[in-house]
């Protein structure tokens, strides 16, 4: 099979300053926001990523247009949306077009789409989805593979969600802006993308208070209009490349950062003794010598990112001494550690704790990336290798990010992106 993989030189120091792209995870649902409206939304700061040409394809399948207008910019529109059914093989393609749900069912009283694909990382269910629409009055029915969600109006009640679903909190958010009456989303997710989603659906007229915090409540209203909004800055690319430099023994300054965002790496780096100067939209990382070994939990924010796990775990097999990783988000997301060991990694894995004997030299081979994060983890084990590596399947890195080999080599990596026959591995 003719596929595309990563060649990368391990050995290089990364070197210089990077400017951070918009966050995926949040122009993602802020493009689904657009079909709240038949007016234009202008998105600014959009990654260019395989994830926003799924959401596009998704959207024009419904009826609604996203163009790029240029650098980074998209116009969206939904006036003449003619379908409620998103088609199974784009849905099935990644995870966040599901949340074209919440909006097509509060706006036209009809959305269906099957559960979402994704990366493999774990069980992810969509349960706090359906419940919340259902707790909104909407009759949930099952057709084949796909869910159907109909209402004649969405009323505003209490909901509490099982889990603080990411997404699930942006689909009933959404669902809720058009709503009659209040809904108080209980356990709500506090990523900083539900943040900046609901800054954007509060710019197209909706009232939503306490995003951010465990407990959003949202305001009916009859109707939303168009805005222009801009992305936040993608904290998982700048913490992947915070930890590039970190593990190449590199200097790297990141712009365009909200250091806040990132609070958690910044802290675990700093107690592995690497120096980290956060210093307002600028992010400096100086690796130098052996960290310390430290220990991690990823959580749902404010804890440890676990879309940085991997890579974290990847530093740490350079650290001196003994490190613990305890994954609490998803049940498979130390899977990438069997890659690992391909290139000398010393890791043993017991149900969602793994235990990093370091330091390890690491040795460049053939490898797959996995998911999106795992890839990236992957990538930067090359870099700290000695010899080649050679990454397969970086399809999915390219859901996630955009020209991370380019931006690699700004900073003086050995990374080529190659067109042939996938390595057997
Ligand atoms: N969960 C439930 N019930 C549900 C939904 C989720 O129990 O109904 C559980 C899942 O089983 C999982 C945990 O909740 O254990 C986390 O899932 P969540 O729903 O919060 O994740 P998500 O919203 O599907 C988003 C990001 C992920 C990121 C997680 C956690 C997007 C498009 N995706 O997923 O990003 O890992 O939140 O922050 O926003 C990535 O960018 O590589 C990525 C995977």
């Keep these: 099979m003719v596929s595309e993989f990563f060649v990368v030189e391990g050995g290089n120091r990364l070197h210089g300053e990077l400017r951070i792209c918009g966050a995926k995870n949040a122009a993602l649902p802020a493009i689904a926001a657009s079909l709240l409206t038949a007016d234009d939304c202008i998105i600014e700061n959009v990654p260019r990523i395989e994830d926003v040409g799924i959401m596009g394809e998704v959207l024009s ?46 706006r036209f009283g009809e959305a269906a789409a099957c559960p979402p694909g994704g990366d493999i990382i774990g069980q ?19 057709q084949k593979e796909k869910y159907i969600a109909r209402a004649d109006h969405l009323c505003g009640c ?27 989303i209980k356990n709500a997710s506090s990523e900083p993308e539900v943040v900046d989603l609901a800054s954007m659906l509060n710019k197209m007229g909706a009232r939503i208070s306490g995003a951010g915090t465990n407990t959003v409540t949202i305001e009916g209203v009859e109707e939303l209009h168009g805005t222009t909004h801009r992305i936040i800055p993608d904290r998982l690319e700048a913490g992947t490349f915070a930890l590039a430099a970190a593990i190449t023994d590199g200097e790297v300054t990141l712009h365009d950062v909200e250091c806040g965002h990132l609070d958690s790496l910044i802290w675990k780096l700093s107690e592995a003794k690497v120096e980290v100067e956060a210093e307002g939209d600028r992010l400096t990382v100086r690796g130098g010598g052996k960290p310390d070994p430290v220990n991690v939990q990823a959580l749902p924010y404010p804890g440890f990112a676990t879309d940085l796990q991997a890579a974290f775990g990847v530093f740490l097999t350079q650290a001196n001494g003994v490190s613990v990783i305890h994954e609490r988000v998803y049940d498979s997301r130390l899977l990438y550690v069997t890659e690992l060991r391909k290139m000398g990694a010393r890791i043993e894995v017991s149900g969602q704790t793994a235990v990093i004997i370091g330091p390890a030299p690491l040795h460049g081979t053939m490898v797959r990336a996995l998911d999106v994060r795992s890839g990236a983890a992957l990538a930067l084990a090359g870099l700290a290798a000695s010899g080649t590596t050679e990454i397969a399947d970086i399809y999915h890195l390219d859901r996630g990010y955009e020209d991370i080999e380019v931006k690699l080599q700004s900073l003086g990596a050995q990374i080529e992106r190659v067109r042939g026959s996938v390595p057997a591995v």
Excluded: C, Q
């Design 158 to 184: 209490k909901i509490f969600m099982d889990y603080p679903s990411h997404i699930g909190t942006e689909n009933l958010m959404m669902a809720a802006t058009l709503a009659k009456g209040t809904t108080i």
């Design 61 to 106: 399948s419904l009826g609604a247009t996203m163009e790029w207008l240029g650098e980074g910019r998209l116009r969206l529109n939904a006036r003449s949306v003619r379908s409620f059914t998103a088609p199974s093989e784009l849905i099935i393609k990644n995870r966040a077009s599901f949340m074209v749900m919440g909006p097509l069912l509060t």
């Design 124 to 142: 992810r269910p969509i349960d706090v989805h359906l419940v919340g629409f259902a707790a909104l009055g909407a009759d949930i029915s099952r």
